[in-house]
């Protein structure tokens, strides 16, 4: 269930909110009428805890503007004066129920839940699916008769699952009706609490998973999903197997010697006198020269 509290005393307001916070409820605030105004108008909520007399946009108006919108939230409204005309008058533009200032908590929690039974179809206080049973009044959860504890987060999934009777319910609307305006909706939180509810719970599954829509549990009195087991076929058609192809032996290479070319002929040991010049001969010292002859007497002269 999803609350707005629209009180322009903060310590009030917080008060309240931490309260109903407490009961597992998801709570917005707001301090002022202009901004309360806009939330109640813009967000759906089951019920709306309006002080009257607000900074900004009157109470009255916030009242009467949401009943002409024609939604299902439910207006709890708050004021110091107490008397039968103020309550009466507040009536009339539309509240669904009156709390004069000041109230004890117990008081505002059931009339807050009651007024929250109003705004969707009614549900019985105690929701009942094969072997789970979910009491919102004690806010506990019993499988085969072993209780689960759960986190408010967790039972607040499982009771809107519940609630819905078979129908599917997307991971926005779960944002939207367990978590508050302060989370961010693209978080994960939704699919992680979904895992650790489905833990919990255990086997067999409780919660089924519909592709691209959201979550759904079955109806009262319809079958629960099968979980997928390991042992089912894959495909009705028997696989023969294939012999394996045997492979060419191996054979090692054969390795042919190199061609050897012809030994050079070694020289022979005795040189050839043919090959040695003679030394002295013409052919190593060329053409001799002769020196001309000189008489003496050609000195004398």
């Not at 806009?38 to 949401?66: F, S």
């Not at 499988?143 to 759960?150: C, H, I, K, Q, S």
């Not at 508050?180 to 650790?196: L, Q």
């Not at 030394?279 to 002769?290: M, Q």
């Amino acid at each position: 269930m999803r609350v707005l509290v629209v009180e322009d005393e903060r310590t009030l307001a917080d008060a309240i909110a931490r309260g109903l916070r407490r009961e597992g409820l998801a709570v917005d605030v707001s301090y002022d009428g202009s901004n309360g105004h806009e939330m109640a108008l813009v967000t759906r909520y089951d019920v709306v805890v309006l002080d009257r007399d607000l900074p900004g946009v009157h109470g009255d108006r916030i009242c009467a503007d949401l009943v002409k919108s024609g939604a299902l939230t439910r207006v709890l409204m708050l004021t110091a004066s107490g008397t039968v005309a103020d309550r009466v008058e507040g009536l009339q533009l539309g509240a669904d129920d009156y709390l004069p200032k000041p109230f004890a908590f117990d008081e505002l929690v059931a009339r807050v839940r009651a007024l929250g039974r109003r705004a969707t179809p009614a549900a019985p206080p105690v929701l009942v699916v094969a072997d789970v049973v979910l009491d919102q009044t004690q806010r506990t959860v019993t499988r085969a008769g072993e209780a689960v504890d759960l986190t408010r987060k967790e039972f607040g999934i499982l009771e809107e699952l519940l609630k819905a009777r078979g129908g599917v319910v997307s991971s926005e609307e779960l944002l939207e009706r367990v978590w508050d305006a302060n989370t961010d909706p693209f978080t994960t939180t939704v699919r992680v609490t979904m895992m650790t509810l489905r833990k919990k719970l255990g086997d067999p599954p409780l919660i089924e998973t519909v592709v691209g829509v959201g979550y759904r549990v079955p109806a009262p009195g319809s079958p629960l999903p099968t979980a997928p087991t390991s042992s089912a076929p894959i495909s009705a058609v028997p696989i023969s197997p294939v012999p394996p192809t045997p492979l060419p032996p191996l054979s090692a290479p054969v390795l042919s010697p190199p061609a050897l070319s012809p030994p050079a002929p070694s020289p022979s040991s005795e040189p050839s006198t043919e090959d040695v010049p003679i030394v002295g001969s013409a052919a190593l010292t060329g053409p001799t020269l002769e020196a001309p002859f000189v008489s003496p007497d050609a000195d004398s002269r």
